[in-house]
């Protein structure tokens, strides 16, 4: 059976509404989506615009897995967006990047915001938001981004038909998630990596790090290789790939 979505024409933010939803008890698995969003964010309480005719959903399921476990499913979600990009643009061109950007060559036309929480049952509720640009694209962010149309000559799909492909595609790598060691997943994230081999600088809170990427740690932390041939494992922070 396919998961259910329920859609708006406007909300705050799918994610807000999952959350909502799951302190209300609601177990999922359920998408969310809305052809507008007023207040919608993206990692680090970025804003995120989405515009109609671009894809703002959200999933929300239970996990008895802890929480160091259930952060995974953010690369189950940039593989899933991944692929279900490359059903419509040049696969080569299409990559993800650390943590859980995809790209179209080295511009960003995806987002993937995880949110969780404990329930009174004691499982882990997740929020899994996933923001797609497929008819347009902001020019005033942080990083160049881009979108569907802008790399294909007919019309992008359309959002009601997006969410049933990326449904589809998640379905498929939840059930990797679920079954297999994280090291398969580790090494299909691999294989569309943008950046493995480039020179790389971390923006943490306390420092800045540079290095070449080498790919993911078994925790799904990224490996920058310093000059000193020392190996540093990056948990979270922002990634810039060449000159930064």
């Not at 981004?145 to 595609?169: C, K, N, V």
Request: aromatic letters at 8%.
């Amino acid at each position: 059976m396919s998961t259910p979505v329920i859609a708006f024409n406007e909300i705050d933010s799918t994610n807000a509404e999952a959350r909502r939803r799951a302190e209300a008890g609601e177990d999922g698995p359920i998408w969310f989506t809305a052809a507008h969003q007023t207040a919608g964010r993206g990692r680090r309480g970025r804003a995120w615009a989405t515009g109609r005719g671009n894809l703002a959903a959200t999933l929300l399921l239970t996990t008895d897995r802890p929480p160091a476990d259930a952060a995974q499913l953010s690369f189950v979600a940039a593989l899933a967006v991944c692929d279900f990009a490359r059903a419509y643009l040049p696969a080569d061109e299409v990559k993800v990047k650390w943590p859980n950007d995809v790209m179209v060559g080295a511009d960003k036309v995806s987002g993937i915001l995880l949110e969780s929480g404990r329930r009174a049952d004691g499982r882990l509720w997740v929020a899994v938001g996933v923001g797609i640009n497929l008819a347009h694209h902001p020019d005033d962010t942080e990083r160049p981004a881009t979108s569907f149309a802008a790399h294909m000559a007919g019309p992008p799909p359309d959002p009601t038909l997006a969410i049933q492909g990326l449904a589809s595609a998640f379905d498929d790598w939840l059930a990797v998630w679920e079954r297999q060691p994280f090291a398969v997943l580790a090494q299909a994230w691999t294989m569309r990596a943008y950046g493995l081999g480039q020179p790389a600088t971390a923006r943490l809170p306390a420092e800045t790090v540079y290095g070449i990427a080498e790919g993911l740690d078994a925790d799904g932390s990224l490996r920058l290789k310093a000059a000193d041939g020392s190996i540093r494992r990056i948990t979270a922070g922002d990634v810039f790939f060449g000159d930064a």
